[in-house]
């Protein structure tokens, strides 16, 4: 199993930035693709933005030209710088991570971490 913990939220005015990391821990797995999804209020889960253990990244329209997916293979880390941010990018923001133990392929969440965009 591979647990994924999240670091990084918290209260930011409009304009400001955040940069989240996602760290992952596990034993004897390796990680393929790993994502950050958020959920408002209210909402259902979005995909933000994607990046492959290669470093293809893929976002959101929502977020293209603010948000910078980023991944350290060595520290199984993923990050999520935000700029210019806004407040309906207000929610729980989620890591998610693609891995492999030997012959299992599965997938993990992180808990979330809350970020908060107002005056």
């Known amino acids: 199993q591979v647990q994924l913990v999240e670091s990084g939220g918290g209260l930011v005015q409009p304009g400001g930035s955040l940069r989240l990391s996602c760290a992952a821990s596990?034993?004897?797995?390796?990680?393929?693709?790993m994502a950050w999804y958020r959920q408002a209020p209210g909402k259902q889960r979005e995909l933000v933005a994607i990046?492959?253990?290669?470093?293809?990244?893929n976002y959101t329209e929502l977020v293209k030209g603010r948000f910078t997916i980023s991944r350290d293979n060595a520290k199984n880390t993923v990050y999520l710088q935000m700029t210019s941010l806004k407040p309906e990018d207000t929610a729980v923001y989620h890591c998610?991570?693609?891995?492999?133990?030997?012959?299992?392929?599965?997938?993990?969440w992180g808990q979330g971490t809350q970020v908060t965009v107002s005056s």
């Open positions: 990046i492959t253990n290669g470093g293809r990244t």
């Open positions: 998610y991570a693609q891995w492999r133990v030997f012959l299992k392929l599965s997938n993990s």
């Open positions: 596990g034993s004897n797995f390796r990680i393929y693709d």
